[in-house]
T-cell receptor
Framework: NAGVMQNPRHLVRRRGQEARLRCSPMKGHSHVYWYRQLPEEGLKFMVYLQKENIIDESGMPKERFSAEFPKEGPSILRIQQVVRGDSAAYFC???????????????FGDGTRLSIL | RKEVEQDPGPFNVPEGATVAFNCTYSNSASQSFFWYRQDCRKEPKLLMSVYSSGNEDGRFTAQLNRASQYISLLIRDSKLSDSATYLCVVITSNTGKLIFGQGTTLQVKP
């Protein structure tokens, strides 16, 4: 499967625990975007990363959320001390990058559904 | 004001009907425009890009009006399988991040 791979598909955590969501981009893609879709709402941009660099984190909550895209391995979205309001679908998308980011559509993974008890 | 606005619907139409969705965006510097489709809150899937000259893909036609900051999607001869939420998406930044509308829900009935 050469598409964007996210895992786990479903994740259940209790309040105060940590959640780690993983995203492997499509083969040949070096740019990763994370989006969040809260219940009954549209998708909202969170963060844009290239390998080993955070390029745009303007959509990330100020506290408890972090993201990384190491040189080796998948991109990780980490949520510390989760609260009920973090329950949402988290989608990752990738693009090949290059000079024309502003007109590249993105291809999405299946998402991780995070539920906080 | 939201950056991308859509009528959430739902639009309930019979099979074979023609249905049109509209979307407006607030940033006049927006660079690229797309329609995505989302089924039951699964992953969004690219339906088509939108150009000022208009573009057509089978039963689907998309149009962009930059002067009015308005995007449209027309679906002809609706099928049951067209039932989904249609997301209007805009890129305003050189980073390529997507700005989504809330989506318009279409329900095609037999």
């Amino acid at each position: 499967n050469a598409g964007v791979m996210q895992n786990p598909r479903h994740l259940v955590r209790r309040r105060g625990q940590e959640a780690r969501l993983r995203c492997s981009p499509m083969k040949g893609h070096s740019h990763v975007y994370w989006y969040r879709q809260l219940p009954e709402e549209g998708l909202k941009f969170m963060v844009y990363l290239q390998k080993e660099n955070i390029i745009d984190e303007s959509g990330m909550p100020k506290e408890r959320f972090s993201a990384e895209f190491p040189k080796e391995g998948p991109s990780i979205l980490r949520i510390q001390q989760v609260v009920r309001g973090d329950s949402a679908a988290y989608f990752c998308a990738s693009s090949p990058g290059g000079q024309s980011l502003s007109n590249q559509p993105q291809h999405f993974g299946d998402g991780t559904r995070l539920s906080i008890l | 004001r939201k950056e991308v606005e859509q009528d959430p619907g739902p639009f309930n139409v019979p099979e074979g009907a023609t249905v049109a969705f509209n979307c407006t965006y607030s940033n006049s510097a927006s660079q690229s425009f797309f329609w995505y489709r989302q089924d039951c809150r699964k992953e969004p899937k690219l339906l088509m890009s939108v150009y000022s000259s208009g573009n057509e893909d089978g039963r689907f036609t998309a149009q962009l009006n930059r002067a009015s900051q308005y995007i449209s999607l027309l679906i002809r001869d609706s099928k049951l399988s067209d039932s989904a939420t249609y997301l209007c998406v805009v890129i305003t930044s050189n980073t390529g991040k997507l700005i989504f509308g809330q989506g318009t829900t279409l329900q095609v009935k037999p």
